[in-house]
């Protein structure tokens, strides 16, 4: 089955959950920004939750269908329509051959993943299908898609078909308790960075209390924030170090960085905090303009966090399970 690109809106690539086992060599782990939105849709599909899909960021492609095909959506609500028939997020979604699928305004959130049956077929680099684009490597053909582009997807051992040739959403979806808490200028959870002691008082007073801009000049390999300046307490010394997805570092001049997908393998400035995993999600759906504020959790909650969506997924696997047969 193919999917041609009519429009590609204002970027969209194929990404997976990340490429990893390479960052030693400064090979970026990439993938998706928001992993959480790519596993459900891909669920939903009956793909490995890892399978290649489509990050769509805040202005929508427009996609024709050349087969009929069930496809899922998932994170941020781009107004999604097949034929100028709103789809609803977190549902199957049957979409007969011809059809067109469509995003119009961005009502929640700015990335939401397109994930098809059977996943979509680009070839593997070193280990995954995801883009980067700064290197050019993974996706389809290292870069974000254009007008003309005509993607293949994977085969299908059987298509549930909607009993006509309309449009049509399944019976199961992704429930309340499952999906990201997505909001406007959210709360995130963080843990103390490595070097959270060295700033001055105030400035580790400012972290917890402040409220942080995301600016325009943020992307895929991280946020800028801004409005709140943060200071050490004294001049520190630091070699790179270590850095993941949700590191928070504060340059010289003082305005943080939130590091994402497209980070990079080491940094060298001070690492004030680490958003936990569960509500990396959160970020990433934050849009530039838009106000952040950090909480403060232990290690031990945010372990016991993550246990527990693993938990959520593994149960809503089963009960898909059931579902799908």
């Excluded at 095909?69 to 034929?83: C, H, I, W």
């Excluded at 961005?106 to 684009?133: F, H, N």
Aim: aromatic share 8%.
């Amino acid at each position: 089955m193919c999917i041609r690109v009519k429009k590609p809106g204002l970027l969209t690539t194929v990404q997976d959950t990340g490429r990893f086992g390479f960052q030693k060599y400064g090979v970026l782990a990439s993938g998706a920004m928001d992993t959480m939105a790519l596993r459900l849709a891909n669920l939903l599909e009956g793909n490995e939750e890892q399978a290649a899909a489509l990050e769509i960021t805040l202005l929508g492609p427009q996609l024709v269908f050349e087969k009929a095909t069930l496809v899922a959506l998932a994170g941020g609500n781009l107004s999604p329509a097949v034929d100028g028939v709103p789809i609803p997020l977190w549902r199957p979604v049957y979409i007969p051959a011809g059809s067109m699928l469509t995003f119009g305004g961005a009502v929640s959130g700015c990335r939401t993943y397109l994930a098809v049956a059977g996943g979509i077929c680009v070839p593997d680099v070193m280990e995954s299908r995801s883009t980067y684009l700064r290197a050019g490597i993974g996706g389809f053909h290292g870069r974000a898609l254009q007008a003309g582009d005509v993607l293949k997807t994977g085969e299908v051992a059987c298509l549930m078909k909607a009993p006509s040739d309309e449009v049509s959403v399944l019976s199961w979806g992704v429930s309340h308790e499952i999906r990201p808490a997505y909001e406007e200028n959210p709360v995130l959870r963080v843990v103390r960075g490595p070097e959270f002691e060295s700033f001055a008082e105030e400035s580790r007073q400012k972290f917890w209390h402040e409220s942080f801009r995301v600016t325009p000049q943020s992307d895929r390999m991280g946020y800028r924030l801004a409005d709140v300046s943060l200071a050490l307490a004294e001049p520190l010394e630091m070699v790179s170090s270590a850095v993941s997805f949700g590191t928070i570092q504060v340059p010289p001049e003082g305005n943080p960085i939130v590091l994402l997908a497209d980070r990079q393998t080491a940094g060298g400035y001070p690492r004030i905090a680490q958003i936990i995993s569960v509500d990396l999600p959160l970020i990433a759906q934050v849009k530039p303009g838009e106000h952040v504020r950090f909480e403060e959790v232990s290690l031990e909650e945010a372990q016991a966090l993550y246990v527990k969506r693993e938990y959520d997924i593994a149960q809503f696997k089963q009960g898909l399970a059931l579902q799908v047969r």
